[in-house]
């Protein structure tokens, strides 16, 4: 019989867990799948971990990972990712906005032949503010990755075994799943699904926290904004020239008319604020070369990605 595993990152979701492992297993309990529910607790600072082995206490088929510190959502998913056994695997969110009853369309197209089965998000239970937040992310990946991420699809989704094999065999540590797993190819298809509102609690992911996963996964798959930063250089040098030959011509009209209203240059305010736009230009530049060079020292280090501090579970 083959086997899901079901990946779950968790941060600050002490009263979801509960629900969330109830509600899955009345999906799971209607498959015709033997399966298995990886938690990973990235360090939460609340009760987790007291739930969790409560949890597992009573379900067999729940197994947990404890971090030894908070690594981040992404690597928390890593984490789930190599310590699953399932010919598929599935990967949600802890607070029940990504509902569990579309668990069965997504083995469907599994079953039809997929190898990646990705969630869209048909409509957002999010303020107006997040809502346009991430519309604006999506479409400047759109735009400026060369893979073909698709929008609005979070991690929510499920992936052969042969993809997660791929995915696991990367070593990259500044980590972007849905664009690894865009990147993997294979056959993929998106689902239609409404995102629920979050069940309890306050959602953890922080704007922080959003811009450093756009940051991760605009940088791990573009080199746009180098080359963005070139052409402005470019832009700026063309404009400075066609300043100085503006400045020529002016200073040839001095010498011929005088009294021109525009022979007198206002030199002080033009001199200042052409610092100002270069070395704003410099600075920006600078910064996005500084920032693929944090990623490339990163990678060099070879740290482990995560630690774990216990694991419960997987003996069974």
Known sequence: MKRISIVIPTYKSEPNLPTLVARL???????????EIIVVNDASPDNTMSVLRGICEKNGRVRVISLSRNFGQQIATTAGLQH???????????DLQDPPEAIPSLLERWEQGYDVVYVIRKS???GILKRIAYKLVYKILARMSHIAIPRDSGDFGLMDRKVVEIINSMPERNRFVRGLRAWVGFK??????DRAARFEGEPAYNLPKMIKLFAD????FSNLPLQLASTFGLIVSAMAF???????????????????P???????STIV??????????????GILGAYIARIYDEVKLRPQYLVREKIGFDK
């Open 242 to 260: 066609i300043g100085m030959i503006l400045t020529f011509l002016q200073w040839i009209l001095t010498r011929i008319a005088p009294d021109s």
């Open 84 to 94: 699953s056994s399932g010919d598929a695997v599935i990967i949600m969110d802890d």
């Open 124 to 126: 957002r239970r999010e």
């Open 262 to 268: 525009i022979a007198v240059w206002p030199g002080f």
């Open 188 to 193: 993929q298809i998106g689902v239609e699904w």
């Open 25 to 35: 297993e009345g999906v799971l309990g209607q498959v015709p799948y033997e399966y």
């Open 217 to 220: 996964g605009l940088l791990a």
């Open 273 to 286: 604020l052409s610092i100002l736009f270069l070395g704003g230009v410099q600075l920006i530049g600078i």
